[in-house]
Structures are given as structure tokens and as C-alpha cells.
């Protein structure tokens, strides 16, 4: 009798994760289950930096802005008067219950950058260089998701992007009442990977920039 082969699916994921997916299912399966690596390249060295100088900034680690948030002075001396939380990591289990970000029940993980308490409202900050896509908005409503799952008592939630090389910032407020529809939006959103055993792929334009495709050495044949 020949050995039954194990099904390899994606159990867990965060916004990264699903974007992977939703671009191309093959790209997700290279990169979360099969953990192929992805080599890094100038424009993730700067976008690391820059969120390390906004970390250090709004903690007080740095006294003088840096020229890659100048687009934003009264902002980021806001989050630091409010003495903002950074880097903060929030997960949560197939009930949407809190646990360790390492525990075996992780189903959700949210990364926040930067996000503020005033009585029952919270301010949730997300720092991107580069441009901005439409699906911003989406990492926007998993934000909101977070915080309202985190802090049952807030009412209102704000959650905003910063484009900090281009000086846009867009927000999008929610409030407590939000919390059943967002919970279904993501729960209907991820159900195609969260089930998915083939990761058939998906050849679009970006192919053209994806270090898997065979001209790079890569598994995809597309």
C-alpha cells in the first residue's frame, strides 16, 4: 500500500498572507507552506528603516524627526504626546478569541505599527512608503476588526494608512456596531485559502516581478 501523501494547507493568516494569496494561490503556497524565500530588495530595506525611525520617534528614541517622516510633523508629534503603542501584535483563534501570537490556536495575526487609547476611542496608524492600493482599504477594515476584538469597551475606532513618502494619509472610522460584519467580511474572505489543497496559479502582470517564475530558477512553470 503506498503512503497516503499529507495535505498541505495554509491554517493561519494575517494581511500579508491573504494578499499573497488573493494575488496568486501558487505564490502563497511557495512562500507559506512550501517556506520558499524571497530574496529582499532596495525598496524593503528603505520601507524597513523607515518604520524603525517612526517606532523610534513616536517611542522617544529619537529627538529629531527624520527626513523620511518630514511629510508628517504634526502627526507624529501627536502619537508621541499620546504615548502610542508600537509594533504591537494582535492574534486571535478561530472564534476570534486573544491568544500568543505562537500559540497553536493562532488563526488571525495583525501587526499594528502604531495605535492610540483616548477614553473609548482608538487611533490605529499604519506607515506605508510607496504608493497606495485599493486594498488598503481591506488591511484598513482588518484593522479595525483588531482593535474593536482587543478592546471590547471602544466605540469608536479610527484607522488610517500614511503614505509618508507622498504626504496622503487616509482614514476610514468605524464604530463598535461594525464588529458582526467585520467578522463575517474576513471569515468569507479567507475561506477559499483556508481550504485550498491545489494553489493552482493565477498568471497575471504580476508574474512579471515574481522571483518563483521559471525564468528565475523558480518552481511555476506560468
Given at each position: 500500500?503506498?503512503?497516503?501523501a499529507?495535505?498541505?494547507q ?8 491573504f494578499m499573497d494569496?488573493?494575488r496568486c494561490?501558487?505564490?502563497a503556497?511557495y512562500?507559506h ?17 523607515v518604520h524603525?525611525?517612526?517606532e523610534d520617534f ?5 529627538k529629531t ?8 510633523p504634526k502627526?507624529?508629534?501627536a ?7 508600537t509594533e504591537c501584535?494582535?492574534?486571535f483563534?478561530?472564534?476570534w478569541?486573544?491568544v500568543g501570537w505562537?500559540?497553536?490556536r ?6 499594528v505599527d502604531?495605535?492610540?487609547?483616548s477614553g473609548?476611542n482608538?487611533?490605529i496608524?499604519?506607515?506605508k512608503t510607496?504608493?497606495?492600493?485599493d ?5 484598513r477594515?482588518?484593522y ?6 482587543t478592546y ?8 488610517s494608512?500614511w503614505?509618508l513618502d507622498?504626504?496622503?494619509?487616509r482614514?476610514?472610522?468605524?464604530r ?7 467578522k463575517?467580511?474576513?471569515v468569507?474572505?479567507t475561506?477559499n ?17 515574481c522571483h518563483?517564475r521559471?525564468s528565475n ?6
Open positions: 500500500m503506498s503512503p497516503i499529507k495535505v498541505m495554509i491554517t493561519a493568516w494575517s494581511f500579508s498572507r494569496y488573493f494561490p501558487a505564490l503556497k512562500k507552506v512550501d517556506k520558499l524565500r524571497e530574496p529582499g530588495n532596495a525598496a524593503m530595506d528603505n520601507g524597513s528603516l524603525k525611525q517612526a513616536t517611542n522617544g528614541k529619537l524627526l527624520p527626513l523620511s517622516l518630514a511629510r508628517f502627526e507624529f508629534a502619537l508621541k504626546k499620546a504615548k502610542a503603542i501584535q494582535w492574534c483563534d478561530k472564534n478569541e486573544p505562537f500559540d497553536a493562532a488563526w488571525c495575526r495583525i501587526k502604531a495605535h492610540a487609547l473609548t482608538v487611533t496608524i499604519d506607515h510607496g504608493k497606495e492600493h486594498d488598503h482599504q481591506w488591511q477594515d482588518l479595525a476588526l483588531g482593535a474593536l476584538l471590547p469597551y471602544a466605540t469608536i475606532v479610527k484607522a494608512h503614505y507622498i504626504g496622503i494619509a482614514e476610514t472610522v468605524y463598535a456596531t461594525d464588529l458582526p460584519r467585520l463575517k467580511e474576513w468569507d474572505r475561506a485559502m483556508l481550504r485550498d489543497k491545489r494553489f493552482a496559479p493565477s498568471p497575471g502582470r504580476h508574474c512579471t516581478w518563483f521559471s530558477g523558480g518552481p511555476c512553470r506560468f
